[in-house]
């Protein structure tokens, strides 16, 4: 299940590796026939340099499309695509001012709008998925069916249709020979690594209980009257809930899934697997107001694994309390805070220090294997660390136990059928202008829900 793990070092530009997944690509263009490709990734054309499209221009994209400029000197950012040029553009100037050579960006090549990933991803060899987690499903499919490289933030996806398209298209990159990196870094974090091989040797026995948390604060919040101020009219509702989409399921999935997904990732590295059932506890208690959307502020979960093994999990957005972001588990011959690299019990350990940033290690093992032709596909992992949030968040919103399967097999499709400004999502607001959230323990919700 563990996409690679072990940092590697970015070899030399390996040109017979190049050519041999070029060839391989170009022996699949029969299959891809008559497709609106302008670019194969990786050899399409000749030369050594490596095209980026950056899909998704906000804080993320930003950071990620430097790190993908800095595995090495062959490397140009050459397409932009975002909904709204304004974060594009910032973030182009941003991008400009620390990679001046490699910010390759003609003014042909920067696309706005829903359908403007497609016309980017052709133009690359490797592709940045950067945008709210709902568009990732299908952006990622569009990136695999052109035969592109995929480098995609966490989660992959909000709902378990969106799961099984992004299963179904990791399946195709592997037929493709393309290499897919998700940005879950701490499987590129040395002392993640570190930590994980000791506990993987034995260090604590076996392990009887594990804790997840990521228990803050809330994250930024964009209010529909500062927008529309800004703006200088109404907004319609698209364009309110995709400036402020972290307050979205469609877009979002809860924050369980956009950020503890992070903490329930590295459990099942632990226990090499994934849960499989569910049962919670969640609510909206202190964050109250129109623009809050229908996320809950607080879910609680347990988690259980196949060999009868839990793990509590606790994510939350609430000023005033404590706050912890970190896994732990307890075994039979120790104890661990395996974010921090700790080790307690029979064989004492502490991580001591070293290795790179682990947003700009995983570039480097993704970009490392691109150049080197070496097998890396992070995609499932990513996909079922994602099931394994929204499968939580099917608990708490339920209120009921729920299996992997009924999460993974889960018709519920949160995604509106128009992409548009002026297009429906399927959440509008109620009566009073806020958003419903989900009953647990009520049947109607559990139909929206599950
Ligand atoms: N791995 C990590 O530690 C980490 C850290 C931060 C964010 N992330 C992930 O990165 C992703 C983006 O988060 P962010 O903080 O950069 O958000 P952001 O709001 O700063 O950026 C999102 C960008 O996507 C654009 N966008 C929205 N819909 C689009 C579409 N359909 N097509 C093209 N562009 C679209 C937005 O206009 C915006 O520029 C999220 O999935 C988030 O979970 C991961």
Not at 113 to 141: C, H, N, S
Not at 329 to 356: D, S
Request: proline residues 4%; contains cysteine.
């Amino acid at each position: 299940m563990n996409p690679p793990n072990t940092p590697l070092t970015p070899g030399l530009f390996n040109r017979r590796g190049f050519l041999s997944t070029s060839s391989k690509i170009a022996a699949g263009g029969a299959l891809l026939g008559a497709l609106p490709i302008e670019r194969f990734a990786l050899g399409a054309s000749p030369g050594d340099t490596i095209k980026i499209a950056l899909v998704g221009c906000g804080g993320r994209g930003s950071g990620a499309a430097s790190q993908a400029l800095s595995t090495g000197e062959s490397v140009q950012l050459v397409a932009v695509a975002d909904v709204h040029a304004d974060r594009m553009n910032g973030s182009l100037n941003n991008l400009k001012g620390q990679h001046k050579d490699k910010v390759v960006v003609k003014d042909d090549n920067k696309f706005v709008g829903f359908d403007a990933y497609k016309k980017a991803i052709a133009l690359a060899d490797v592709v940045i998925l950067t945008t709210p987690p709902g568009f990732r499903p299908m952006q990622f499919e569009e990136a695999v069916r052109q035969g592109k490289h995929v480098f995609t933030e966490k989660p992959v996806a909000v709902d378990g249709p969106g799961v099984r398209k992004f299963l179904a298209a990791v399946e195709e990159a592997k037929k493709k020979n393309l290499k897919v990196g998700v940005g879950l870094q701490r499987h590129h974090q040395t002392s993640m690594i570190e930590t994980m091989n000791r506990l993987h040797d034995g260090a604590i026995g076996d392990i009887v209980s594990m804790r997840a948390y990521w228990n803050g604060n809330t994250p930024w919040l964009n209010k529909r009257a500062d927008l529309e101020a800004k703006a200088g009219r109404k907004l319609t509702e698209m364009e309110y809930q995709l400036r402020n989409w972290y307050y979205f399921v469609w877009l979002c999935g809860d924050h369980i899934c956009e950020q503890h997904i992070h903490n329930l990732d590295m459990v099942n590295w632990l226990k090499k697997g994934y849960p499989v059932s569910a049962r919670g506890n969640g609510g909206c208690e202190t964050r109250k107001g129109k623009d809050y959307g229908e996320i809950f502020d607080h879910h609680v979960v347990e988690y259980t694994y196949a060999d009868g093994s839990i793990c509590f999990s606790q994510c939350r957005h609430q000023t005033g309390c404590w706050n912890e972001v970190a896994q732990h588990a307890v075994g039979t011959k120790g104890r661990t805070n395996f974010e921090h690299g700790v080790i307690t019990g029979e064989n004492p350990w502490r991580f001591k220090g070293g290795g790179k940033d682990a947003y700009q290690q995983e570039h480097d093992d993704l970009f490392a294997a691109i150049r080197n032709d070496t097998p890396y596909n992070e995609g499932e992992n990513g996909a079922k660390s994602t099931l394994t949030a929204i499968l939580g968040r099917m608990s708490t919103y339920t209120g009921k136990e729920i299996s992997w399967e009924q999460a993974m097999n889960s018709k519920v499709d949160t995604m509106p059928k128009d992409l548009a400004w002026d297009a429906e999502p399927l959440v509008k607001p109620n009566a009073s202008g806020g958003y419903d959230l989900a009953v647990p323990g009520n049947a109607e919700w559990f139909k929206k829900v599950v």
